[in-house]
């Protein structure tokens, strides 16, 4: 049975990247153009109007008053990002052709990422770039406050994990919430609170360093203000895995 776990199925056979596609046009779901400029995620929908296997493209056409934008995330780049929200699908292909008429016309992507499982994506941390700060009040023979800083095992605007062993578990509750948290990304603060939604089993690997097993301890976000959920969303659609994605 695969793990739920799983963060991004890749496809890279040419066959089902096609029916995937053609799958997409005939359901009419929304396609974001998008290219990240520093702090700044530039988003453009289009409509996927062709898909042309034979002769390996795509045909998006854009409104009017959206030209400009694409024109900008295009221009001079030899690659496009695109994203459709529903199922989390992303894929990147290279330009061909923009018309003034509005039409743009790319490569056949050579893979697709999807995430359907969640309802916003999510990356796994390779690095030690993002972490989770936090106090939390514990009890034993008395009651005082805990300091836990952890590296972050996943992130999205949606939640987070991180790694904690069994004795650390022993302190939270499933539904607990922890007010004033710190997510540091590449040490800036990002302010939230959470809630612990689920604590699943891990064994010990080379990714999560435990020496007997543990827990990843998933946090949903219950207060997210719409700059640091921006700060958060650059930063995962900056580094999922595309070839030179962003």
């Known amino acids: 049975m695969a793990k739920k776990s799983k963060i991004l199925a890749q496809n890279f056979q040419s066959k089902a990247i096609v029916r995937t596609l053609k799958e997409i046009r005939e359901s009419k779901k929304l396609i974001l153009a998008w290219k990240i400029f520093g702090d700044v995620k530039v988003t453009v929908p289009v409509v996927l109007k062709v898909v042309r296997s034979h002769r390996n493209e795509l045909l998006f056409e854009v409104k009017k008053e959206n030209f400009d934008e694409l024109a900008k995330i295009t221009t001079g780049y030899e690659k496009i990002n695109f994203y459709i929200p529903e199922g989390n699908i992303l894929f990147q292909s290279k330009m061909k052709e923009l018309n003034k008429d509005g039409a743009l016309v790319v490569n056949l992507p050579d893979q697709i990422v999807r995430q359907e499982r969640r309802k916003s994506l999510r990356i796994r ?119 030179e994605a962003g």
């Open 125 to 243: 941390i390779e690095n030690k770039d993002v972490k989770l700060a936090f106090q939390k009040e514990v009890s034993r023979n008395q009651h005082y406050n805990q300091v836990f800083e952890k590296d972050c095992y996943d992130l999205s605007v949606g939640g987070l994990s991180f790694i904690m062993t069994q004795t650390e578990s022993k302190m939270f509750k499933i539904g607990e919430r922890i007010y004033f948290a710190d997510v540091i990304i590449n040490g800036r603060r990002v302010d939230a609170d959470i809630e612990l939604v689920n604590l699943i089993p891990v064994d010990p690997d080379p990714h999560n360093k435990l020496a007997y097993r543990g827990f990843k301890a998933c946090f949903q976000f219950i207060r997210l203000s719409k700059e640091n959920r921006n700060i958060i969303d650059i930063y995962v659609m900056s580094n999922i895995k595309l070839d």
